[in-house]
């Protein structure tokens, strides 16, 4: 049986994070990723600058998954699960499974970094993504500038000239059971639209939200150059519905609108939809594994450090990649006093 300090699950940028931190300390650690590679959601995020830094730490990511690859004392195991765990006088005996291959492997401590998922935007089907082909995710269009460099209509590949963020998809919604705020989505799709704004000047950009949520000590100067950018339109407003034109691919919005108190309709080229974070399905089952139950949204909630047991990142509550890093910082300093206590 292979024996290590640490076995962390998940190879997203919380789970890098604690690698790195504890292998400065001197820790080795094991790290699985049940995909084919790092970085877990953050790591198809597009830079968002636009003319300076916008601060969306996409950059980093990418750092953190090229610096712990040169690291000799973190083992790394990609495409592998962990599929049972027994605790034993205060070390865990675990069984991780790589295809058709086995790993027994003994630790005095597991950190869990599940990550999250975005919201199934289809369950909103009063939007039709999935249906309209020009309805689509922040995340598809994170994925669309990184790998394809440009922005277009997937119904046509044409540049749209009108484009709404939708707020609020996934989250802070009843109808659906999901009444937390995923806290990043605000600052996360005004990022993208000035990145979109910066690289199509003549684009106009409509943000209709509940409210806004801050998103660190320099958001609010950003969110005033939003509000100062004639392109962007901001309108504390959530819409209904979206309607297909199907001769024009154009998408019909009603809303209402705050100052002319009264139900308004337009048509944009392109709707992004700003999907909230739940947490992943197997997350569930890795917190089924080792007994651990839930938040009242719906993550995982941390259990008592003696257990040797911690978790971490977005997988614990919603975070962005800035917050998500700060959290695993922390994490990776309690493991290193359980360590020391232990020892």
Known sequence: MERKDVLIVGGGISGT?????????GTPTTLIEKNPSLGGLSASFCCKASESCNKCFACVVDKKISEIKQRKNISIHIQTKLVDAKRDAGEYRLTLKNGRDRIDLQVSAVVIAAGVDPYEASQKVEYGYGRFKNVITAKDLDEMLRY????FRPSDGQLPKTVAFFQCVGSRDESIGNLYCSQVCCAYALRLI?????QYPELKATFLYMDIQPAGASFQHFLNSCREDSGIRLIRSLPSKVYHSPPSDLLRVRFIDPQKEEVVEESFDLIVLSVGMVLRKDAKTLAKI???????????????SRTGLFVTGACSA???IDRSIIHAKSTAFQVHQYLKERS
Do not use: H, N, W
């Open 148 to 151: 394809q460099g440009r922005l």
């Open 194 to 198: 000035k990145a979109i704004r910066y």
């Open 17 to 25: 994070t604690v690698a790195l931190e504890l292998a400065q300390l």
């Open 290 to 304: 080792f007994g651990l139950s839930f938040t009242e949204d719906g993550f995982i909630a941390s259990p008592p």
């Open 318 to 320: 919603p975070m962005d």
